[in-house]
């Protein structure tokens, strides 16, 4: 799991340093602004100076290497390590996935400011592939969280899914039924809709989806008989 996250990551980091120097040698000398924040539109809405905007630009491989540090520690901090190399599927496809979204939006950021520096600032293609990546990475995390184990990191982590094993398992179920729909959704939406409603039409479904499985975690946990042996008999 853990040779598999590095190798994506340095792939990913690769691609994304790539991009950046792709943008820098494919930007008009004469440009004296850039964009650094698109709307739901498409449409560059801030702008900095050209020296600052490129520096912009290179936080998103920091960023990514910073982040893959992180999710390569994390599991020997874990206290229920085992499980959480037992839910190693969902854990890898977070870490992958999070990955390759950063990966996707360094490279639309480098095409759309390229563009924008040319004049041609009108397009919303970049939002709405964004938005469809992060359709497909809740489809493959909708799909692994029935196989996850009790953690501290991974999955619907809420005071009751920690406490007793069948909530987490009951949970993981309506979880990942729900991010699979919300992922489909996000896909559909980000080729369809338009404006406020596209920069909603993923995060609302998921955040709602959340928000009933935290509630369902505690309407099973509340009919667990063995809900207060659950953490210590948490690594089975």
Known sequence: MMRTGLIFSAAAVTVMAGASWWMEQNIPADVAQLPVHWGADGRPDRFL??????????LLPGVAVVLSILLAILPSIDPLKAN???????YLT???GS?????LVSVGIALMTARAATGDADSDQFVRWVMAGMGVLFIFLGD??????PNFFVGVRTPWTLSSDL???KTH???GWLFVLAGFWAIVAAFTLNGIALAFAATGPVLLATAVSAIYSWMVWKDDPDKR????NGAH
């Not at 990955?99 to 990966?103: Q, R």
């Not at 042996?229 to 210590?232: A, H, I």
């Open 173 to 175: 179920r309506l979880a």
């Open 84 to 90: 959480i190399h037992r839910s190693w599927r969902a």
């Open 94 to 96: 977070a870490w992958i």
């Open 49 to 58: 100076p050209r020296n600052e905007a490129l520096q912009t630009y290179w």
């Open 144 to 149: 692994a969280m029935p196989k996850t184990r």
């Open 229 to 232: 042996q659950s953490v210590r």
């Open 99 to 103: 990955m390759a979204l950063l990966a």
């Open 167 to 169: 909530a987490w398992q």
